[in-house]
C-alpha cells in the first residue's frame, strides 16, 4: 500500500469521525442511529472501524480533550472546527498516533469544512503544541463529568464521591461479558475463552477479541450480555414448566436465560427489526420462547402467567460506559415521559400476572425515579410484596435502601466495572 493510499485513507476515516461527532453532538442522534442510517456504508471496512473507533474514544474523552484545547486558545472555536481539533487531541494524546499525520489531516479537515483559512491556522497551531505538551499534561485531567441534567440526580442517589467514580468508570469503558446457555460448565468455558469466572457466574473477557470466532460462538454455548443485565433474569427465578413473559425482549439476552431453565417462554418487543435479533439468538443457541411482536401496552391477556420479567424503557444512563454518546444524544427531556410509561407498563404486567405471581422490574438507569420510585409507588398501587432472592456474589452493598438491587458503574471497579441498574422481585397478591 503506497503512503499517499495510506494517507487518503487515514483522511476519510477521520472525516467520518467527525461526522459522527457532529451527528452526536450537534444534530443529538445516538451513534447506533446513525451507523444504522448508513453513514460510513461507503467507506472501507478497515476505515468503518477506524471511523467509529475514533469517533467512540473522543466522545468518551471529550470533556478532557476539551480542557487540553482550552490551554492554548483564547476561546473555544465554532463546533465545526472544535470537533476536528478534539478528534486530533484524542488521537495525540490517547491514540499516540505520529503527530506529523495527525496535525496534517486536521488542518485538511478545517479546510474541506469551509472554515476560513485562520482555522485552518488555529489547528495547526495548536495542535503543533498539544503534541508536544499534551501527553504529558493528559494523566493529570479528570475524567468527563456527567452532564448537568444528569450529575445532580446521580449524586443525589448516591453521593459526590460515588458520581466521580462512576465518571472514572465510565472513562474505562466496558469489557467483554458473557452468559452461558448451562452454568454448570462455568469453570470449562472460562478456561476455553481466557475469561474470567465473575462472582455471579457471568463470565468477561477484557481484551480485544472477534466474537463470533470464539470458541462456543458457532454451537450457541453462550451469548453477549452485561453481567449486571443477567442478574434480572436470574431474579425471576423461573422454574421448568412455568409460564414466563419477557415484556420488553429484544436483543433476547434475558429471554435466552430464561429459556435455558425449561420455562415455557414468551418474548414480546415492539420492535420487528429487534426481535429478529432475538429469533436469530435463538435459533444459535438452540433454545426455544414463543415471539411476539407487539406494544407492551396492548399485550394479550388471554394468557396468565406464573412470573413476568420488565426490562423497561428507560434513559439507559445505566449503560454510558459502553455508550458514550447518550450523555450528548440525550438531554433529559424526555424523563417525564419515560417515567409515565413505565409505570403504565408495570400496571400491564401485573395485570398479566396470576395471583401470586413474580415480577422482576428493572431498568438500565442511575435515576432515583425509573427505579425505587416507580417500585415504591407500584408496591403502594398494587399490594405487592418484595421477594428476598437467593443470588449468587451479591454484595451488601448493592442492596438499594427501598428494596432490590442498586447498581452502579463503579462497582467492580477492579474487575472492569458494570452497568448501572435498579432490580428488584415483587409478589402479587393471592
Given at each position: 500500500?503506497t503512503?499517499?493510499?495510506?494517507?487518503?485513507?487515514?483522511?476519510?476515516?477521520?472525516?467520518?469521525?467527525?461526522?459522527?461527532?457532529r451527528?452526536?453532538?450537534?444534530?443529538?442522534?445516538?451513534?447506533?442511529v446513525?451507523?444504522?442510517?448508513?453513514?460510513?456504508?461507503?467507506?472501507?471496512?478497515?476505515?468503518?472501524?477506524?471511523?467509529?473507533?475514533?469517533?467512540?474514544?473522543?466522545?468518551?474523552?471529550?470533556?478532557?480533550?476539551?480542557?487540553?484545547?482550552s490551554?492554548?486558545?483564547?476561546?473555544?472555536?465554532?463546533?465545526?472546527?472544535?470537533n476536528?481539533?478534539?478528534?486530533?487531541?484524542?488521537?495525540?494524546?490517547?491514540?499516540?498516533?505520529?503527530?506529523?499525520?495527525?496535525?496534517?489531516?486536521?488542518?485538511?479537515?478545517?479546510?474541506?469544512?469551509?472554515?476560513?483559512?485562520?482555522?485552518?491556522?488555529?489547528?495547526?497551531?495548536?495542535?503543533?503544541?498539544?503534541?508536544?505538551?499534551?501527553?504529558q499534561?493528559?494523566?493529570?485531567?479528570?475524567?468527563?463529568?456527567?452532564?448537568?441534567?444528569?450529575?445532580?440526580?446521580?449524586?443525589?442517589?448516591?453521593?459526590?464521591?460515588?458520581?466521580?467514580?462512576?465518571?472514572?468508570?465510565?472513562?474505562?469503558?466496558?469489557?467483554?461479558?458473557?452468559?452461558?446457555?448451562?452454568?454448570?460448565?462455568?469453570?470449562?468455558?472460562?478456561?476455553q475463552?481466557?475469561?474470567?469466572?465473575?462472582?455471579?457466574?457471568?463470565?468477561?473477557?477484557?481484551?480485544?477479541?472477534?466474537?463470533?470466532?470464539?470458541?462456543?460462538?458457532?454451537?450457541?454455548a453462550?451469548?453477549i450480555?452485561?453481567?449486571?443485565?443477567?442478574?434480572a433474569?436470574?431474579?425471576?427465578?423461573?422454574?421448568?414448566?412455568?409460564?414466563?413473559?419477557?415484556?420488553?425482549a429484544?436483543?433476547?439476552?434475558?429471554?435466552?436465560?430464561?429459556?435455558?431453565?425449561?420455562?415455557?417462554?414468551?418474548?414480546?418487543?415492539?420492535?420487528?427489526e429487534?426481535?429478529?435479533?432475538?429469533?436469530?439468538?435463538?435459533?444459535?443457541?438452540?433454545?426455544?420462547?414463543?415471539?411476539?411482536?407487539?406494544?407492551?401496552?396492548?399485550?394479550?391477556?388471554?394468557?396468565?402467567?406464573?412470573?413476568v420479567?420488565?426490562?423497561?424503557?428507560?434513559?439507559?444512563?445505566?449503560?454510558?460506559?459502553?455508550?458514550?454518546?447518550?450523555?450528548?444524544?440525550?438531554?433529559?427531556?424526555?424523563?417525564?415521559?419515560?417515567?409515565?410509561?413505565?409505570?403504565?407498563?408495570?400496571?400491564?404486567?401485573?395485570?398479566?400476572?396470576?395471583?401470586?405471581?413474580?415480577?422482576?422490574?428493572?431498568?438500565?438507569?442511575?435515576?432515583?425515579?425509573?427505579?425505587?420510585?416507580?417500585?415504591?409507588?407500584?408496591?403502594?398501587?398494587?399490594?405487592?410484596?418484595?421477594?428476598?432472592?437467593?443470588?449468587?456474589?451479591?454484595?451488601?452493598?448493592w442492596?438499594?435502601?427501598?428494596?432490590?438491587?442498586?447498581?452502579?458503574?463503579?462497582?467492580?471497579?477492579?474487575?472492569?466495572?458494570?452497568?448501572?441498574?435498579?432490580?428488584?422481585?415483587?409478589?402479587?397478591?393471592?
Amino acid at each position: 500500500m503506497t503512503q499517499d493510499h495510506t494517507q487518503s485513507s487515514g483522511l476519510h476515516a477521520r472525516r467520518a469521525a467527525v461526522q459522527l461527532l457532529r451527528g452526536v453532538l450537534e444534530e443529538k442522534e445516538q451513534l447506533s442511529v446513525l451507523l444504522g442510517s448508513g453513514v460510513l456504508d461507503r467507506l472501507e471496512p478497515a476505515d468503518r472501524a477506524r471511523a467509529q473507533r475514533l469517533a467512540t474514544t473522543t466522545l468518551r474523552e471529550l470533556g478532557r480533550a476539551d480542557v487540553v484545547i482550552s490551554q492554548f486558545v483564547e476561546k473555544m472555536p465554532p463546533e465545526v472546527a472544535l470537533n476536528i481539533l478534539r478528534l486530533a487531541v484524542v488521537e495525540l494524546c490517547v491514540e499516540g498516533e505520529a503527530p506529523h499525520g495527525v496535525v496534517d489531516s486536521a488542518v485538511n479537515l478545517m479546510k474541506r469544512s469551509g472554515r476560513s483559512p485562520r482555522m485552518a491556522g488555529l489547528a495547526n497551531a495548536v495542535l503543533r503544541k498539544v503534541a508536544t505538551e499534551g501527553p504529558q499534561m493528559w494523566p493529570d485531567i479528570p475524567p468527563s463529568r456527567m452532564p448537568k441534567w444528569l450529575r445532580p440526580r446521580v449524586v443525589h442517589l448516591f453521593d459526590e464521591s460515588t458520581a466521580q467514580a462512576i465518571e472514572t468508570a465510565h472513562l474505562a469503558g466496558a469489557p467483554l461479558d458473557i452468559t452461558l446457555r448451562d452454568e454448570d460448565k462455568a469453570e470449562h468455558w472460562a478456561e476455553q475463552l481466557g475469561a474470567e469466572l465473575l462472582p455471579t457466574r457471568s463470565l468477561r473477557i477484557d481484551r480485544s477479541v472477534q466474537v463470533t470466532e470464539l470458541p462456543g460462538f458457532a454451537e450457541g454455548a453462550w451469548w453477549i450480555q452485561d453481567a449486571a443485565a443477567a442478574i434480572a433474569a436470574r431474579m425471576l427465578n423461573a422454574q421448568k414448566g412455568e409460564v414466563v413473559l419477557d415484556m420488553c425482549a429484544a436483543p433476547g439476552g434475558k429471554t435466552m436465560q430464561l429459556a435455558a431453565t425449561g420455562a415455557d417462554v414468551t418474548a414480546l418487543d415492539i420492535s420487528p427489526e429487534r426481535m429478529a435479533w432475538v429469533e436469530e439468538n435463538l435459533q444459535r443457541t438452540g433454545l426455544t420462547a414463543k415471539l411476539v411482536i407487539e406494544d407492551a401496552l396492548n399485550a394479550p391477556d388471554d394468557v396468565l402467567y406464573d412470573a413476568v420479567l420488565l426490562d423497561a424503557p428507560c434513559s439507559a444512563t445505566g449503560t454510558i460506559r459502553r455508550h458514550p454518546d447518550l450523555p450528548y444524544a440525550k438531554d433529559g427531556t424526555q424523563l417525564n415521559e419515560l417515567f409515565a410509561l413505565q409505570a403504565d407498563m408495570i400496571d400491564t404486567a401485573v395485570s398479566l400476572l396470576k395471583p401470586g405471581g413474580r415480577l422482576v422490574f428493572c431498568t438500565c438507569s442511575l435515576l432515583f425515579d425509573e427505579g425505587e420510585r416507580q417500585a415504591k409507588t407500584a408496591m403502594a398501587r398494587h399490594g405487592l410484596t418484595e421477594i428476598e432472592p437467593i443470588l449468587q456474589g451479591i454484595e451488601p452493598e448493592w442492596r438499594s435502601r427501598v428494596g432490590g438491587l442498586r447498581l452502579s458503574p463503579s462497582y467492580w471497579a477492579d474487575r472492569g466495572g458494570m452497568d448501572g441498574f435498579f432490580m428488584i422481585a415483587l409478589r402479587k397478591p393471592e
